[in-house]
């Protein structure tokens, strides 16, 4: 690196010629964008402190790449530029000045989502579409008719309100969700799998066969049309033609502005596709007209961007970390890199499919992405990082925990598992699982104490005998880590009422494989006791609702695994409220089996079920022989149709209401 700025200039150009050839032309980036970014930030400094010595033909003066060759070139009738952007409110309250400064008032301005996919123009004479032409270097881009036309998205013709000539641009992009089976596809066939939707998105386009994009499912938005009177109004219009509206937009002050970024900030993480950031632009097009452009941007519009997501580090090792059921999971330990704001030193590889899949080697680069989820992951492997010598990273033989065996339970499994039923690292989760709220809700049993807690037990249950010696487990749970003696005081009265929670929720958090809290309360409606259900017979077992032979078997393996438990769970005062299905004799629906289907008028399903639980009806998930009554509402299928094949009587909402006493 030169400290010379006019040498450091050249360098820097010439990284950014590179980086844009990569990503533009191959589609194969080997930066993150705000790595990337950060370069031509540079760059753009450089040149505005030293003027003079700034190569007028600088790659910042340009937009984008040349147009590829295998296509047919195109020019636009007007430029597609790119935008202005900025990572800061300041820079954005700035650009409002300018903005002011040319109008001489701040006016009405649109914000809406910047989809991550790569812009597109397209050409409609007597409301056909004709043309479709990329952004290329602004001037002319690439003919790409054939592939639009694959688009659903993208109307083929328009109503006759529409005018007969007109120019709309978009977005194309892919979905997160095609992206990741594109890259899936490109794993079995040996191809370097693209970094984000964005590239595959491009690469897409640039398909020379166009059945190949059909295939792939790209999605277009529109973000311009142009000769609108004004931006928002154009948007309506087109959504009116048949193409698709943005998903999140809006219009007002500057305020208005600032409240749309942040509201998007983790709003937009939940969509299917990738975003980068809010464009925001001036909405009435004759003060569009009177701000103008740059060479390369317009000044009406700037794109405000979210710290980027995504981040390339260097792979120093992969470790198995045991989860919940003894499921061994690589961890990729990376060299740390700030992602969004924060430092990343650790990202999931989720199984070993996958991970042979990713094909990483220690030491090679990858890009790692921080997205919706809590747990970073690593999505590709930077290409050309690869080194030659390191072997793939191999499943461990034995537990990292415990040092068991380490099988898959049958051949259809993806993940490994740690074979020891004591595991503590399975204890731990199955402790986490036993206290949830939809089990035992025991506050105070977070993760923190779980992880200190799980090693001392051979089983979770056995967290209940801390009360056999109460103030000697006080005084061990308040020296634990991040636990006082209020802490271990409230646990200590948590566990004591935990042990007369209804039978139903016991079952649940004993964590018999297969039976979730639905089957564990009509499991708990069939057996009044954990006795009864432990003396169960298979066929008996069988006999409860959603009850198959699979579940069955589970929960006879179950009990066969810990043939004392109820008993020693007595011993420990643990004494499950029994549910009491006995006073339901005099209930409107006594001895009734309801199923709930369709959209109801004003209760929600959980509502209605409830409903019906409380008129002492018994609510099962499937329409069986012996369901007696379907509660049906909008949009039944099939449970309706099986239910009027078995002649069961289909009643509505209205009936359900009627039975209520008030
Ligand atoms: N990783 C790398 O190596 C590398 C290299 C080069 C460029 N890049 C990335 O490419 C981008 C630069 O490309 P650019 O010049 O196209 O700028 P840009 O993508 O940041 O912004 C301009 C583009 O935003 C799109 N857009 C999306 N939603 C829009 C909306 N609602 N309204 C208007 N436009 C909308 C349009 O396609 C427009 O051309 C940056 O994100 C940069 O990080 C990355
Ligand atoms: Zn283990």
């Known amino acids: 690196m030169s400290a010379d700025p006019k040498i450091r200039m050249q360098e820097l150009a010439a990284q950014v010629l590179e980086h844009r050839r990569r990503y533009f032309v191959l589609d194969q980036p080997v930066l993150s964008d705000a790595e990337y970014d950060a370069l031509e930030r540079e ?34 009738a007007t430029p597609m530029l790119s935008l202005d952007n900025t990572y800061s409110e300041d820079d954005l309250r700035d650009w409002e000045g300018r903005v002011i400064k040319g109008l001489g008032f701040s006016p009405v301005f649109s914000a809406e989502l910047k989809v991550d996919g790569l812009s597109l123009s397209l050409l409609y004479q007597d409301r056909t579409l004709v043309r ?28 006759a309100a529409a005018p007969g000539t007109l120019e709309v641009r978009g977005e194309v992009f892919l979905s997160r969700r095609r992206w990741e089976e594109l890259n899936r596809e490109r794993d079995a066939r040996g ?10 998105a491009s690469g897409t386009m640039k398909q020379l066969d166009s059945r190949i994009t059909a295939e792939r499912r790209l999605s277009f938005l529109p973000w311009q049309m142009i000769g609108s009177a004004a931006h928002s109004s154009g948007m309506d219009q087109l959504a009116a033609w048949g193409f698709t509206r943005m998903p999140a937009h809006g219009e ?33 097009l004759d003060f569009q007209e009177r701000l103008g ?20 580090t260097t792979l120093l090792g992969v470790t198995w970390q045991v989860s919940r059921a003894g499921k061994l999971t690589p961890v990729a330990e990376l060299e740390a890199v700030e992602v969004a704001g924060s430092t990343v030193r650790r990202a999931t590889l989720h199984n070993a499919d996958e991970l042979l899949r990713l094909g990483v080697r220690v030491g090679c680069k990858v890009f790692v992405e921080k997205g919706g989820e809590v747990i970073p992951k690593v999505v590709a492997v930077v290409p050309g990082t690869l080194p030659g010598d390191a072997p793939p990273p191999a499943v461990p033989q034995a537990c990292p925990v415990c040092g068991g065996a380490v099988g898959k339970d049958s051949d259809e499994e993806v993940a490994w598992r740690c074979q020891n039923p004591e595991c503590p690292a399975k204890i731990s989760a199955r402790l986490q699982h036993l206290g949830s709220r939809v089990a035992l809700d025991i506050e105070g049993l977070g993760e923190a104490l779980v992880e200190q807690l799980a090693p001392r037990f051979a089983q979770p249950w056995d967290v209940f005998s801390l009360l056999e010696d109460p103030r000697n487990s006080l005084a ?58 432990w003396a169960a017979p298979e066929p008996k077992l069988q006999a409860v609702e959603e009850v198959g032979p699979k579940v069955a078997a589970a929960i006879r393996a179950f009990a066969a695994l810990h043939p004392g438990l109820p008993g020693q769970l007595a011993a420990m005062g643990v004494a499950p409220e029994a549910p009491a299905p006995r006073d339901r004799a005099g209930l409107p629906l006594a001895g009734q089996v309801a199923v709930v289907t369709g959209t109801l008028p004003t209760l929600g399903r959980e509502e209605a079920e409830a409903l019906l639980k409380a008129l002492g009806a018994k609510v099962t998930g499937s329409v069986s022989a012996k369901t007696t009554v379907l509660v049906a509402g ?29």
């Open 634 to 662: 909008e949009k039944a299928g099939s449970k309706l149709a099986k239910a009027e094949a078995l002649g069961i009587p289909v009643r509505d909402e209205a009936w359900l209401r009627a039975l209520k006493p008030e």
């Open 476 to 533: 061990r749970l308040a020296g634990l880590e991040r636990m006082g003696e209020k802490s271990a005081q409230n646990l200590m009265t948590a566990l004591e009422a935990a042990r007369r929670k209804p039978l139903a929720r016991w079952i649940h958090a004993l964590g018999i494989p297969m039976v979730g809290a639905r089957t564990a309360e009509l499991l708990a409606e069939a057996f009044p006791t954990l006795e009864d259900l």
């Open 132 to 159: 479709a032409v990329t952004r290329g270097n602004g001037e002319e881009g690439e003919d790409v008719t054939e592939n639009a036309r694959t688009i659903a998205d993208i109307p083929l013709t328009l109503p």
């Open 293 to 312: 452009f740059t060479d390369r941007v317009p000044r009406w519009a700037i794109a405000f961007k979210y710290p980027g997501l995504q981040a390339t």
């Open 191 to 200: 191809e370097a799998r693209f970094a984000n939707p964005r590239n595959a």
């Open 252 to 284: 007002g002050t500057f305020a208005d502005v600032l409240a749309f970024i942040e509201a998007q900030r983790e709003a937009r993480l939940k969509l299917p596709f990738d975003t980068d950031g809010v464009v925001v632009k001036v909405d009435g």
């Open 43 to 76: 760059l753009r400094d450089l040149e505005a402190a030293h003027p003079e010595a700034a190569d007028p033909n600088s790659p910042t003066q340009r937009v984008g790449a040349p147009p590829l060759d295998q296509f047919r070139k195109a020019r636009h």
